[in-house]
């Protein structure tokens, strides 16, 4: 029998509803449905109003980024990114990989350039892929500074630029896609207060002071560490390039000559050569120590606790809500605001089990000295 068209509308949300749903509920061909739907030919005037009743009333929307897609040879989106920090932009490129799943059979493809550390080359591999035929381009720029006149460069040329992980302001980037920086880095201080209530010396390891998203971390630390605990003291905060070698050798350095420290905190997913440094001076639980991310390599220092705690930055989502955004605004003209904020999760030996499956994380494989992933 026919539907009645004045029954209120399903339950069911919009984005459930399709154009089989429609045809199914008026027991009408899917192909009458569509060209009702899309303004074409062959359908009489009384079919198309109860289409377009029914349509309304099941709340179906088109999927136009489908539509855009499908009515295109190629939509090609550039991804420069680096190898290195180990296991964290391993994630976001699964994120990313994951997400444009979605979209292939459609015709969206990836081109895709890696360069072997965070900051290192970056300019290179922006200015290459810059010279391919993209329509949007996903970053994580290292120093924002040196990269603007590419982003800008792309601006002009209307392919819009997504920042994952850490943000370029002040250029014309169309978004920024991160964990919140400031709140990550607060978070951490507030956590070393606990646990450092009596007060202590505290060595803060970053990358580099120009990437806004380590600069932010290091605000937020200092002032949430001040905050929770009046007694502690920031000995000395430590740039590390992200590069493995110079955070352990750096990490040696200052153990062996400041007076003693009570607590470490690595906001950046550079964290195994400092652990490594700790170990060998005996220090492997001695001293306080806060992470960021979680990787195959760090569960046994998690559930020992010489890690007391990580700041999760949930790379892979990071990755998903990149791909997403610059597709939305290609595909349909949805601007996304002008910076996502994802919330960062706390993970300590309690809840550990909620971020691994099987007893191990969803990040890269590692390699067994654990400076890197297996490559």
């Known amino acids: 029998m026919p539907i009645d068209d004045s029954k209120p509308a ?6 459930d509803v399709g154009v089989q749903d429609i045809a199914n509920a008026l027991r009408i061909s899917r192909g009458t449905v569509d060209r009702a739907l899309h303004n074409r030919g062959g359908v009489n005037p009384a079919t198309k109003r109860r289409v377009l009743r029914a349509a309304q009333r099941l709340g179906y929307r088109p999927n136009l980024a489908a539509r855009y897609l499908s009515s295109k040879k190629r939509l090609t989106i550039g991804v420069a990114l680096p190898l290195e920090v180990a296991f964290f ?3 976001i490129r699964e994120g990313i990989f994951e997400a444009a799943s979605v979209f292939e059979p459609l015709g969206v ?3 895709h350039r890696t360069y072997k550390r965070f900051g290192e080359h970056e300019i290179d591999a922006v200015r290459d892929v810059l010279q391919e035929d993209i329509r949007g381009l996903v970053i994580s720029p290292a ?7 590419y982003i800008d460069e792309a601006a002009r040329r209307n392919i819009p630029v997504v920042c994952v992980a850490t943000d370029a302001p002040e250029t014309k980037r169309l978004t920024s896609i991160s964990v919140d920086p400031v709140v990550s880095g607060a978070l951490a201080g507030e956590l070393m207060g606990y646990f450092l209530h009596e007060g202590g010396n505290v060595v803060v390891f970053i990358g580099m002071h120009a990437t806004v998203d380590h600069e932010q971390k290091l605000r937020g630390f200092r002032s949430s560490l001040g905050a929770f605990c009046p007694k502690g003291k920031i000995a000395a905060v430590v740039e590390t390039h992200d590069e493995a070698r110079e955070a352990y050798l750096k990490c ?18 550079n964290s195994m050569p400092v652990l490594r440094a700790l170990e060998e001076l ?8 806060i992470c960021t991310d979680l990787f195959p390599a760090m569960l046994a220092h998690v559930k020992s606790g010489t890690v007391a705690a990580t700041i999760h930055q949930r790379p892979r989502e990071q990755g998903r809500t990149a791909f997403r955004a610059i597709v939305r605004y290609l595909t349909e003209g949805i ?3 002008p910076r996502i904020s994802l919330n960062p999760a706390v993970v300590m030996r309690s809840n550990l089990d909620l971020f691994t499956v099987n007893g191990t994380s969803r990040s890269a494989p590692v390699s067994q000295d654990g400076w890197g992933p297996r490559r």
């Open 10 to 15: 399903s339950r069911r949300g919009a984005e």
């Open 89 to 91: 932009y391993d994630d």
């Open 109 to 111: 493809k990836i081109l």
């Open 143 to 149: 120093y924002p500074n040196r990269l603007r006149p």
């Open 252 to 269: 040696r350095d200052i153990l062996e000559q400041q007076q003693p420290v009570k607590g470490i905190y690595v906001a950046t997913a």
């Open 282 to 289: 005996g220090l492997g639980g001695k001293v306080r120590v």
């Open 335 to 337: 601007r996304p605001e």
